[in-house]
């Protein structure tokens, strides 16, 4: 089951708002929990056993942690936590690939195993460890209540692809949290912001990047119409990926919990360690506050920084998928951020900003281009025709025709990655004017009602459009 899908949008949140609204607080959570998980089972029957478990893993690891006082039996009990979560992640995430490299080393033939990746390990997992060590490291009171903890756990709007959300972030929230007709209508507002990000534009814009990397592949490209597919497909992956952590989100209002932000318009930053501070912000401030920090951070020396950032960057690149092409995507951005610190940064911010945005954008959509390719000979064929080597020419009449059957949604996409609606929300909502915030709020809904209604009807006659990041 899909946010962006008739069964969601008409069915089953619908009926989850109504009993949720319906019941009293001491019921709510219940509420969401059982919806919860008739929402993964609707997709995984089988390993919502596995979610269940690892769940209770850490709910135990907590309860124990603060039974014992002693240090060492505390640390004991949080390593074997640990090693529980991660071989379970490794096991079902990353066993075939290693078999398959095994294999392709030792030429032994060892069976792949027939493993199935469970949708959402990767989140719920950091989301379940990142508890169990702030348990240890006392940042808050143990969760006593386990339909409580599992509530947080399996929250649906946030279960299968994010953003990661922390136990302190809706600690307080899952205890006592307001629901008012303000809340809901701003998370009504941010959900179909979403919505709108993923059918209208990530959806369309995909069908781009679908025709451009099928020709490439098969038959060759020019070089122009090449980082035309690689600009499309990194504008498909953020209005993708960042519809459903605003959806998320304005579902969060709507239940009473305030999610944090995930994205903060990444393509418009000016740097690599600016873009990061944007992009997917709840797992790189896992990685800081979980490894980086741990690891010594930027507090013993330029070497040991550099260390650090490289483990970091490799095990975010491997948290993001079983294949070769997410290793070096991570090595990659690790590389760059060393460089960007210690050799180029200064010189970049002395130069214009259009020169700064157009020098991350360059980085940003050739990362794509690495992430986007699991099959390793696949991506070493188009990144050839990006830089001219197998290219059939600089460029050619077929980019007309991309333009003029996606220029439109190519035009919206650019404008909608930058701060516009921002910059109109505090303009016209947000006016200090109250007759403009009236006609402002009077235009906006019926704006939102017609882009809704021009939304199912994309729905209805779409083929199954599963968000990206259900795969990782």
């Not at 936590?81 to 294999?103: A, D, H, M, P, R």
């Not at 629901?179 to 990530?202: H, M, P, T, Y």
């Not at 501070?277 to 506050?289: A, E, G, K, P, Q």
């Not at 507090?299 to 920084?305: E, I, S």
Request: net charge positive.
């Amino acid at each position: 089951m899909v946010f962006s899908g008739i069964p969601f949008l008409f069915f089953f949140f619908p009926a989850c708002l109504l009993l949720y609204y319906i019941v009293p607080f001491k019921a709510k959570n219940i509420v969401l929990l059982i919806f919860s998980l008739i929402f993964y089972s609707w997709g995984e029957p089988i390993y919502i056993l596995l979610m269940l478990f690892t769940s209770f893993i850490n709910y135990l690891t907590g309860i124990l942690i603060d039974k014992y006082e002693k240090k060492t039996i505390q640390k004991t009990i949080l390593i074997i936590c640990i090693v529980i979560n991660l071989g379970l992640l490794g096991f079902f995430k990353y066993s075939n690939f290693f078999i398959e490299q095994f294999n392709s080393v030792t030429k032994i033939g060892v069976n792949t195993l027939n493993v199935v990746l469970p949708i959402g390990i990767s989140f719920y997992t950091f989301q379940n460890l990142s508890y169990s060590i702030d348990i240890y490291r006392k940042d808050y009171e143990v969760e006593k209540s386990f339909v409580t903890y599992l509530a947080y756990i399996t929250m649906f709007p946030q279960l299968i692809a994010g953003p990661i959300v922390r136990f302190s972030t809706v600690r307080d929230e899952l205890h006592k949290r307001e629901i008012s007709f303000d809340k809901i209508s701003r998370g009504v507002q941010r959900f179909l912001i979403g919505l709108f990000k993923k059918v209208l534009i990530a959806d369309n814009i995909g069908k781009l990047w679908d025709v451009i990397k099928t020709q490439g592949l098969d038959e060759g490209t020019t070089v122009v119409t090449a980082w035309l597919g690689a600009i499309a497909f990194t504008l498909q992956l953020y209005f993708d990926f960042s519809g459903y952590s605003d959806m998320a989100i304005g579902m969060g209002h709507m239940l009473g919990f305030t999610f944090d932000e995930n994205f903060n318009y990444p393509l418009s930053a000016v740097s690599v360690t600016d873009f990061w501070r944007r992009w997917h912000i709840s797992l790189s401030t896992w990685f800081r506050d979980y490894v980086y920090i741990p690891l010594g951070g930027n507090r013993k020396g330029k070497t040991r920084q550099i260390f650090n950032l490289l483990i970091v960057w490799t095990l975010t690149g491997f948290w993001h998928g079983s294949a070769w092409n997410f290793m070096f995507w991570g090595f990659y951005y690790g590389v760059l951020l060393i460089l960007e610190k210690n050799v180029w940064g200064r010189f970049i911010e002395k130069t214009p900003k259009i020169i700064q945005h157009i020098y991350t954008l360059f980085i940003v959509v050739f990362g794509f281009t690495i992430f986007v390719f699991d099959d390793t000979t696949q991506l070493f064929d188009y990144i050839r025709l990006m830089f001219g080597v197998t290219s059939t020419g600089f460029v050619d009449g077929s980019i007309l025709n991309y333009l003029v059957n996606y220029g439109i949604i190519i035009l919206l996409a650019f404008l909608f990655a930058m701060p516009l609606y921002k910059v109109i929300e505090n303009k016209l909502f947000n006016s200090e004017n109250e007759k403009i915030r009236k006609i402002s709020s009077a235009v906006g809904v019926v704006v939102f009602v017609g882009l809704f209604v021009v939304t199912v009807s994309y729905i209805v006659n779409a083929s199954y459009s599963p968000f990206l990041y259900f795969r990782f």
